[in-house]
């Protein structure tokens, strides 16, 4: 099983791969940390799962390349990729930081936003949790991706 | 009027004895307040007709029924109704009739050009009592024509005078809407959106919206309409009665049965007077359809001026749901009027700017006229088009605004209805102009690149200049869209950010020449000094707090300065020092000054709340997404796991201490991450950061902002520097909010306090030491973080364009390498001093170094020594030395020779020849005060050139 990880934060990607790791389930797993090398790897061929993070950068900050974009919605950009090119079913884990997410300029929390993803892009396999790091002892978005790897 | 006998109007009559004898408005805002709250609406209205109609009353500043000019006090929430209006229509028949005598006399007089004769007629009228809108409105015709026409001031100013006369100022917010409807300069949407931006309430609201309209689309809207022109005069109602007659409606039609026929027969003949508008029309040739739209409400009871806005307002207009509420009168005419039209090709692809009155004639019709047919047509086709790809883009040229007068459902079935794929990136973009929609945007980027990829070569200009070959809007739009934002998003053709802003300086360079604009080419050349910036640069851009000062100026450049533009130069005498700006209410306002501030205000809110290159990005990824809570966390776990500590730890009660600072801690980080580090807005109410003017000091800011806008607006004849005046004064804004999260940091760590442990009957000796030495250690760890944390907060160095001046050097360098491949000179950097260039105007310093390189470059020794020396001098002048040397076999004298020569030479053409030496470009600079003591000295086979450099933006 091919496991695409989206995330430009090493902290954050670290915490995922130890669970992933730590799981019963095994997947070979592929990381990209901006939009454009994300879209690059799903137009040579689709993973099984993606773990979505939300900020993304348009591109990878190379010294002497310019400075890329801030996307707060570049998540978004592989949800609407998803949309015109895997089925409805495809398993996305959307992990934030955010308590909420913005959509077509409205702000939708955690819980809303799975409903509004599926409606507004037609993607009824999309689950979103919130991420916090272990000073929060929060273990719900462990449990959820748990869940999710499971699946 | 009733008997004054009842309980009731016994009060009312005590009220109108303490009413004589007021004269100031807010004494009869006052009463009539409290007539309303303390007496029936019978009472109240009876009380206000005694104030409008009686003539003991005739110096109350209250609106009349008949006037002699207007009142800034209107009495509005009067229960009146339909028969209370007809009533009073005819009983006043006589003194309406003799008013109506006057303004027929008046069309005459206009239809003649006797204008000075109407002005004899309007003050008559205006003796008569017989002041309305509808007067005001014919005077502004009147005006409308001499200012197009040329020695007429002295006319023009006596009319000026005469509506001044009218006291028009009282009645402010109307006299601008008129004002504003009928100026070319300003764009007509624009106009509409302020007025529906408005409180929607009120006779201000329902007179402005029936200028636009001129038609009402409920029984309600059309009551509404009615009393608010009855309370400013009784002609204005009866004249609003009758005009809507002619929509011939069941329930207006009875109410007109109702009014005296000599009222009838009057307004008949004030209606069916034969005016040539074509004649008024003068100016612009080029849109006069779009002109006459705008100002035939001035003219609206006129039939064909009525018919005309009929027809063009049901279709040109923002309001997609009007349709299924259309009359079908109003359904008759625009079936009539569009009889000829049956397909695109009936359409003109060219604007002819002609008026066609009764019927669409392809011949003469106009942008506006273009684009009610194409409106017309796919509302009779139901958005359906077959085969006519390139009729409809060809058309987009012709017609004006469908992005926003296209429902979007119309759209939609376009789109589906063809397998053009350049008319499908024309029905996006219409999609987008009409609403922001994320899946659009993605279909729409991906479409671009597909057709990009397939054929044109993976380049985006050569689909721009295709669509220039059959639609030059088209284009226009296209070049305003691909912006640097959306080409970087465009990630098949875009490999890294700094293509993005070479599609963008091509296309900006294309657009340029073909519109013959040196300012875009000024913006092309910058970008491409930004490129070899980025190129040169020697690090990855990491500040906390930080606005992307490119991004900014290019959303500037792209979204406010060609609306601020056309404020600016709306307007002959700029008032710069003397302005006094409300900032709490500047919506709905059509005052220059209060325009601007709206731009303003838009401008900074973009700088904070701006999600790709804003304060908000900056505070979402570099602050608050993992690093605030990685730099306020980080050194606990190691003090936690040192060994020296372990026994301590292995106490429940020291060890619950310890988890109870750390929960309390990672509270008020939750705090501040979750609520207090944001742009304040509905869902972070407790934002520290606020995008609007909230305290006297933002206000002052802002009011100085507008000052040296307008000033350098006046002084150059350009926006030019307007975004980076607007930038430098967006960072002053917003630095009392820094200031407050650096104070709720401070206020976070008192609140967290120190951490202790009463160690008394736990530990003893060593091991009190040990906690004393843990609890120092613990809270100089704090200590830092907050003061790393703090320093977040502060004004980065960085806050506009800035070039330190040996990357800017040696980004020429490299330059000038890449068009000189031979170019491999020995480069000496003679400076420790690192200089910021900033504000921007760094590309004046480019341009100078690049004429200066590239002549060493081209007529030097290429593999020679270049010596570069730049030193700070006071009086912010930079002083730049260069030194180059000659090829072996040239003579230093012809050299120095040629060199003056250049230098004398004229340097008019300095911006438009490129080429030769560039030498007179560096004259140029200097006249313009760019750089100044330009001097040339040719030591020992070496050419030594220097000038000083004039820092204007010092921060």
Known sequence: MKLLILEDDEFKAEDIVALIQGSDEKYDIERHGNVRDAICSLKEGLPDKIVLDMSLPSHSPVMGDGTPLSLPTGGLEIILFLRRNSSPGFPVIILTQYPDIEINGEYYSIEESEKKISDYFGLNNVSVAHYLSDEYHDSNWRNEMKKFLRN | ?955
């Open chain 2, 1 to 955: 009027m009733k008997p004054m006998n009842t309980k009731g109007m016994k009060k009312i009559r005590n009220y109108l004895r303490g009413s004589i004898a007021i004269t100031e408005q807010y004494e009869v805002r006052k009463i009539l307040a409290k007539v309303k709250k303390e007496c029936t609406p019978v009472e109240h209205k009876t009380f206000v007709e005694f104030l409008r109609g009686d003539a003991l009353f005739k110096n109350v500043p209250l609106s009349k029924n008949f006037m002699s000019g207007f009142t800034g006090v209107v009495a509005e929430d009067v229960d009146y109704k339909l028969g209370d209006i007809l009533k009073k229509i005819n009983n006043n028949e006589s003194k309406i009739l003799i008013v109506m005598q006057s303004y027929i006399e008046l069309v005459h007089c206009i239809l003649k050009f006797d204008f000075e004769k109407c002005l004899e007629i309007g003050v008559a009228i205006k003796n008569k009592n017989g002041v309305s809108l509808c007067l005001l409105r014919m005077f502004y015709f009147i005006r409308y024509y001499l200012d197009q026409m040329e020695e007429m001031e002295c006319l023009l100013s006596k009319v000026d005078g005469f509506i001044r006369d009218l006291t028009v100022v009282s009645i402010g917010y109307v006299d601008d809407v008129i004002k504003e409807l009928i100026n070319p300069r300003v764009d007509y949407f624009n106009v509409v959106k302020t007025i529906e931006a408005s409180d929607k309430a009120g006779f201000k609201y329902y007179i402005a919206s029936d200028f636009v309209s001129s038609l009402f689309r409920s029984e309600e809207e059309f009551m509404e309409k009615l009393k608010s022109y009855h309370s400013v005069s009784l002609i204005d109602a009866y004249i609003y009665l009758m005009s809507m007659g002619r929509l011939k409606v069941g329930f207006i039609d009875s109410a007109i049965e109702k009014i005296n026929k000599p009222l009838v027969s009057a307004f008949k003949t004030l209606s069916e007077l034969e005016v040539d508008f074509e004649k008024y029309m003068i100016e612009d040739e080029d849109k006069r359809d779009l002109d006459f739209f705008r100002i035939c409400f001035l003219f609206i009871e006129n039939n064909v001026a009525w018919n005309y806005k009929l027809v063009h307002s049901s279709l040109y207009c923002m309001n997609n749901s009007v349709m299924p509420q259309r009359f079908s009168f109003e359904f008759d005419c625009i079936e009539k009027y569009f009889k000829d039209v049956g397909s695109l090709r009936d359409i003109s692809v060219g604007n002819n700017g002609g008026l066609s009155w009764g019927k669409y004639c392809r011949k003469k019709s106009g942008c506006l006229e273009n684009s009610s047919a194409l409106l017309y047509l796919l509302e009779r086709n139901d958005g359906q088009l077959k085969d006519e790809a390139e009729d409809f883009m060809r058309l987009m040229s012709s017609t004006s605004e469908i992005g926003v007068i296209t429902p979007r459902s119309y759209l939609e079935r376009l789109l589906s209805s063809t397998e053009n794929k350049e008319l499908k990136i024309v029905i996006y973009c219409l999609m987008l102009i009409k609403e922001d929609n994320q899946i659009v945007d993605y279909d729409l980027r991906e479409l671009l690149q597909e057709v990009v990829r397939e054929n044109y070569e993976s380049n985006v200009l050569s689909l721009v200049k295709k669509v220039r070959s059959v639609s030059e809007s088209v284009s226009d739009h296209l070049v305003q869209m691909l912006d640097e934002i959306f080409l970087n998003k465009l990630y098949d053709l875009v490999d890294i950010p700094n293509k993005a802003l070479e599609e963008r300086a091509k296309i900006l360079e294309w657009y340029g020449e073909v519109n013959n604009s040196s300012e875009i080419r000024e913006r092309a050349k910058n970008i491409r000094v930004d490129i070899q910036i980025n190129k040169e640069k020697g690090y990855i851009d990491d500040s906390r707090i930080y606005v992307d000062p490119n991004k900014m100026i290019h959303w500037v450049n792209d979204n406010i300065i060609k609306d601020f533009t056309l404020l600016l130069e709306s307007e002959a005498d700029l008032n710069i020092l003397t302005h006094d700006i409300n900032w709490n209410s500047l919506k709905g306002s059509f005052s220059l000054y209060d325009q601007i501030g709206i731009l303003i205000l838009q401008v900074y809110r973009e700088f904070c709340e701006n999600n790709l290159f804003g304060i908000a990005s900056y505070l979402g990824r570099r602050i608050r997404h993992g690093t605030l809570r990685g730099t306020a966390l980080k050194g606990y776990d190691e003090i936690r796991n040192d060994i020296r500590y372990e026994t301590l730890f292995e106490d429940k009660s020291f060890l619950h201490c310890y988890e109870q600072y750390m929960a309390d801690y990672s509270s008020i980080l939750r705090d501040l991450i979750n609520d207090k580090i944001h742009i304040k807005n509905k869902r972070k109410p407790k934002g520290l950061i606020s995008y609007s003017l909230d305290s006297a000091n933002k206000k002052s800011i802002a009011s100085y902002m507008m000052v040296e806008i307008i000033s350098s607006y006046a002084k150059i004849g350009s926006a030019m520097k307007a975004p980076y005046i607007m930038l430098d004064y967006c960072w002053r804004l917003i630095k009392d909010d820094l200031e407050s999260v650096k104070k709720e940091l401070m206020l976070s760590k008192k609140e967290l306090g120190l951490f202790s442990f009463d160690s008394n009957g736990t530990f003893y000796g060593k091991q009190r030491n040990l906690i004393k030495e843990l609890c120092k250690e613990m809270n100089a760890n704090t200590e830092e973080r907050f003061r790393i944390m703090t320093s977040w907060f502060s004004k980065p160095s960085f806050v506009s364009p800035t070039a330190e001046l040996k990357m800017l050097f040696k980004a020429v360098i490299a330059e000038v390498k890449e068009i000189n491949t031979d170019f491999d000179p020995e480069v000496n950097i003679e400076t420790s001093e690192s200089i910021l260039i900033e504000g921007g105007t760094y590309f004046v310093i480019y341009d100078s170094l690049y004429v200066v390189i590239m002549n060493a470059a081209k007529y030097g020794n290429s593999s020679g020594v270049l010596n570069f020396r730049p030193k700070l001098k006071g009086d912010g002048l930079i002083y730049i030395e260069i030194e180059s040397e000659i090829k072996e076999q040239d003579d230093v004298g012809f050299i120095e020779k040629r060199i003056k020569k250049f230098l004398d030479k004229s340097c008019e053409d300095a911006h438009v020849v490129e080429g030769e030496s560039g030498i007179s470009k560096l004259r140029r600079l200097e006249q313009e005060g760019h750089i100044n003591g330009l001097d040339y000295q040719f030591p020992e086979g070496r050419v030594l050139t220097s000038f000083n450099y004039v820092l204007e933006h010092t921060l």
